[in-house]
């Protein structure tokens, strides 16, 4: 299977724009062409502001996990580069990619350990490094109902925490 090219930008400090690549353009333009586009810095800056950045605390920048261009899915991955006086100082990369749902087949581990839907479901989202509450959100359920699933899961698979979750479905043991 071929990869998908990544979307990149580069915010500054206060969250402007300072660069982005083609593929950025295109993912969040989806479906104008890039090339139709008059003003790509405007086009970004707004579509950062109302389809990645997260509602929540307005002094700390947050973007969502995974948003939709088009019919197609995509997580949006946020580094800091700290700089060198202060955190306030950190610009932000922005990756945006198809997620590769391809990496683990969950279907062998749900049926070696009698996992339920809503538990592989719960193991899905926690393969891609969501959080509970973020699980919850996509889940359509409560954070303490997420808990509940991702604890049954600890106990079919022997672990006691979501690390050894993963750990056993990355490295299964003998």
């Known amino acids: 299977m071929r990869a998908s090219p990544v979307g990149f930008i580069l ?5 402007k724009l300072l660069a982005s690549n083609r593929e950025a353009v295109r993912i969040l333009a989806f ?3 890039p090339e139709r586009i008059q003003s790509v810095y405007m086009f970004l800056t707004d579509r950062l502001r109302t389809g990645l950045m997260a509602s929540g605390s307005p002094n700390r920048a947050r973007f969502v996990p995974e948003f939709q261009s088009g019919k197609r899915r995509y997580t949006c991955t ?8 202060s955190s306030s100082d950190a610009s932000v990369v ?3 990619q198809r997620p590769n749902r391809n990496f683990v087949d969950l279907s062998h581990v749900s049926a ?7 538990e592989r479901e719960s193991v899905e989202f926690l393969m891609q490094g ?11 359920v409560s954070p303490s109902t997420v808990s509940a699933f991702l ?6 698979m022997g ?14 043991t003998a």
């Open 112 to 118: 070696e350990y009698d996992l339920t839907p809503r």
């Open 94 to 96: 922005l990756l945006l």
């Open 11 to 15: 915010l500054d400090p206060s969250l």
């Open 78 to 85: 946020a580094f800091s580069l700290d700089g060198s006086r």
């Open 31 to 33: 479906p104008t062409p």
């Open 159 to 172: 672990t006691n925490s979501r690390s050894g979750i993963v750990g056993r479905i990355v490295r299964p």
């Open 130 to 140: 969501l959080t509970t509450k973020e699980i919850a959100q996509q889940m359509k």
């Open 151 to 156: 604890r049954l899961v600890m106990v079919k």
